[in-house]
């Protein structure tokens, strides 16, 4: 039996694709492929050929195409990226911010289609539909055998478009059969925005998109009109997007000039440096930036550059440490995501992660070089050290308490979200903005709690025993009921501010301010001394 090598093939095989006819005139330009290249691409073409003539299957040619160039581009590093037209519909709409829909957030519940929330304001709120509702149907289509995605697309279309949901509804014998018109949805950015406490505002950007910029001032300028003077900034598990919305979001906290960002790669184009526009709203206030390992990118891009100007805190876990620049380029209906520099904040420092062993890195296995005491020190504008290596290392390291094995496990199987469904379900639904006000998790609460995980054998009942002589487990049992309650009658805002009660990292980084207070005063003397330097 010969070796076989499957990378190696879809290599070549996207070498051809991305190199041959139309599309390398999409990728290239005009530019003539030199005589050497030209011949490499009519070897790899012949491959192509070859395979689509004599695999002993039939295969649908765009899958080989698509796989080939992914395999090709993965030896490359971990984040050049093709896009097949799927993916790319979905990286715009995620960019601008908005789509066509209804208006709804789904999961799988026990199998079924669930509706998790209906968005405020969306024909799916102005129909009626209500968390823990089941989605049976789209357009008479049985929903039980498609995925997630292939429910959402259906439920997606042209503005204006109608779609009729086979709803099935706890409580309700019969299905209900709702039509909606589709209209466009925002795909908000900002997460979560409103007041902690007297004077402390706190804002969750879930990503960066187009219209990241815009919602931050937005958001900000909604907290200042509600008193905030200190702000704790929430980049968590913020996967990043857009240069162009970081440069945004950074300039916002940042002085006119500050550097924020460079870059540096093979080419002459790929070496840059951006500073502060000075451009829109801004805030001037004591600042906490929350991250963690899954902050990557733009995040870090964000984090690093208010770190290494002394602007704020940041507090949580090491970032991820994904510092390439992506350039995408647009062939016909698909993309390319190739990466051509890397990103280096205001000190010097490398975002980039070692990613020599693949595996180790997309496990973040091989951690953070920042870690290693051989580490790089660099130093901040008013002479405080920070490390290199790879990511953003925190100013103060909190890490995320692990959850009771037990608790997890009721989490997985969504059974506060089902509890709550249930719970709600025994009240008339004009009751609930009435039950939800001063709602706790009391002790009959508990005990339902209790009875419905033994009446549907989510756990042991030696499990249960465990968890309920633990007074964390209980309280974290307590306040995931409240949250889904909460969910389901006010909205996912006042679950959530429910929720992060037990939020170490949060909770800590109120305990900080003070220090962000000392920090900021220490910015802007350095700030007045270099514009009396400049002057």
Not at 44 to 55: D, F, H, M, Y
Not at 72 to 90: A, C, G, Q, T, Y
Not at 114 to 140: E, Y
Not at 154 to 175: D, H
Request: proline share 4%; glycine share 10%; charged share 25%.
């Amino acid at each position: 039996m010969g070796y076989h090598n499957p990378r190696w093939m879809s290599a070549v095989v996207g070498s051809a694709v991305l190199l041959c006819g139309a599309t390398a005139g999409a990728l290239w330009g005009e530019r003539t492929i030199p005589e050497k290249e030209r011949a490499t691409v009519q070897r790899a073409s012949r491959v192509v050929v070859n395979l689509l003539e004599w695999l002993p299957e039939e295969e649908e040619p765009s899958d080989i195409v698509y796989d080939g160039i992914q395999g090709m581009l993965e030896i490359l590093d971990p984040h050049s990226n093709f896009l097949d037209p799927r993916s790319f519909e979905k990286m715009r709409e995620r960019q601008e911010g908005s789509f066509f829909g209804i208006g709804i957030i789904i999961s799988r519940r026990d199998g079924k289609v669930t509706v998790i929330a209906p968005m405020a304001g969306t024909p799916a709120a102005a129909k009626g539909l209500r968390a823990g509702d089941v989605i049976a149907a789209v357009d008479g289509e049985l929903t039980e055998e498609l995925t997630l995605d292939d429910v959402v697309d259906r439920v997606r279309g042209p503005e204006g478009s109608a779609v009729k949901l086979t709803i099935e509804r706890p409580g309700l014998k019969e299905a209900l059969e709702i039509e909606i018109n589709r209209a466009r949805i925002p795909t908000n950015t900002v997460r979560f925005a409103f007041m902690l406490r007297d004077g402390v505002g706190y804002l969750r950007l879930s990503e960066f998109a187009n219209t990241s910029v815009r919602e931050v001032h937005e958001a900000l300028d909604r907290l200042a009109g509600a008193g905030m003077e200190k702000l704790i900034f929430d980049l968590r598990d913020n996967p990043g997007g857009p240069l162009d919305a970081a440069v945004g979001v950074a300039d916002t906290f940042l002085r006119k000039g500050d550097l924020i960002v460079s870059t540096r790669g093979r080419t002459e184009d790929s070496v840059a440096t951006i500073g502060a526009p000075g451009e829109g709203s801004n805030f001037y206030g004591p600042l906490i930036v929350l991250v963690n390992e899954g902050s990557a990118s733009a995040s870090e891009i964000v984090a690093g550059a208010v770190q290494d100007h002394d602007r704020g805190l940041v507090l949580g876990e090491t970032t991820w440490g994904k510092g390439l620049v992506q350039t995408v380029f647009t062939v016909r209906d698909t993309g390319l995501a190739l990466t051509t520099a890397r990103y280096y904040t205001p000190s010097g420092r490398c975002i980039q992660r070692d990613y020599e062993s693949y595996v180790d890195y997309v496990t973040h296995r091989n951690g953070n070089q920042s870690a290693d005491s051989s580490a790089a020190v660099f130093h901040t504008d008013v002479g405080r050290s920070v490390l290199g290596g790879g990511g953003i290392t925190p100013d103060i390291t909190v890490e995320t308490r692990e959850i009771p094995e037990g608790v997890a496990r009721l989490f997985g199987q969504a059974a506060f979200f089902r509890f709550a469904v249930q719970y709600l379900q025994q009240i008339p639904s004009e009751r609930h903005a009435e039950i939800a006000t001063g709602f706790e998790a009391s002790g009959e609460v508990m005990s339902k709690f209790w009875s419905f995980v033994d009446d549907t054998d989510m756990l042991a009942q030696e499990d249960v025993a465990i968890l309920q002589a633990d007074p964390w487990s209980l309280e974290t049992v307590g306040r995931a009921i409240e949250s889904e309650v909460l969910n389901a009658t006010v909205g996912l805002e006042a679950g959530y501010q429910v929720a992060i009660e037990g939020d170490d990292q949060l909770q800590t980084s109120i305990l900080h301010l003070d220090a962000a207070a000392d920090l900021l005063a220490a910015w802007q003397r350095a700030s007045a001394e270099r514009r009396a330097s400049d002057d």
